[in-house]
T-cell receptor, first 116, second 113 residues
């Protein structure tokens, strides 16, 4: 069975603070993919990043960075110098080969509020 | 490149009525997903298509929900009859293939009264 856990329901920070959103996943598959999505107040889910299970290199994109650790089954997301525009709900997702196909499942999400 | 199109954006119906949602995925995308997102929760996968075929519908309440994907392109999701607990946003997404990133439409907000 596949599962994604985002233990932090809500996080509140002041602008310019760094913030890390945690994601822990469970899967029996050896090949799988991990994703982060952003859902701003407008409601549309926006794709941020995709990693495959064979690539544990950390990735940085501007103020965003991702830390993938297979040893702890975690795929954490850090926003450096947060801004008000980062306020949104962030979802971690997992797609693993179960039964011959990839089923894309999501965690419950973390609501991030960045205050000026 | 055009994104995933969904209609309608909003729908209000009375319980026991029926409703249908339509989705047009990104051109060439083989995989299509329907998710239900209840307020404050993460998206829950209802059904996943690979081209014309259903690859997962384990969480689809089949006594009242049905979905089809015509010629491997457009898809419709139907609820008949609706219950109060079906009030949610219904999201359609598509991806090039299994394991690639999924792109989402704006969703249909359903309110059952």
């Amino acid at each position: 069975a596949q599962k994604v856990t985002q233990a932090q329901t809500e996080i509140s920070v002041v602008e310019k603070e760094d913030v890390t959103l945690d994601c822990v996943y469970e899967t029996r598959d050896t090949t799988y993919y991990l994703f982060w999505y952003k859902q701003p107040p407008s409601g549309e889910l926006v794709f941020l990043i995709r990693r495959n299970s064979f690539d544990e290199q950390n990735e940085i994109s501007g103020r965003y960075s991702w830390n993938f650790q297979k040893s702890t089954s975690s795929f954490n997301f850090t926003i450096t110098a947060s801004q008000v525009v980062d306020s949104a709900v962030y979802f971690c997702a997992l797609s693993g080969f179960s039964g011959g196909y990839n089923k894309l499942i999501f965690g419950a999400g973390t609501r991030l509020a960045v205050h000026p | 490149e055009a994104g995933v199109a969904q209609s309608p954006r909003y729908k209000i119906i009375e319980k026991r009525q029926s409703v249908a949602f339509w989705c047009n995925p990104i051109s060439g995308h083989a995989t299509l997903y329907w998710y239900q997102q209840i307020l404050g929760q993460g998206p829950k996968l209802l059904i996943q298509f690979q081209n014309n075929g259903v690859v997962d519908d384990s969480q689809l309440p089949k006594d009242r929900f049905s979905a089809e994907r015509l010629k491997g392109v457009d898809s419709t999701l139907k609820i008949q009859p609706a219950k109060l607990e079906d009030s949610a946003v219904y999201l359609c997404a598509s991806s090039e293939d299994r394991g690639t990133e999924a792109f989402f439409g704006q969703g249909t907000r359903l309110t059952v009264v």
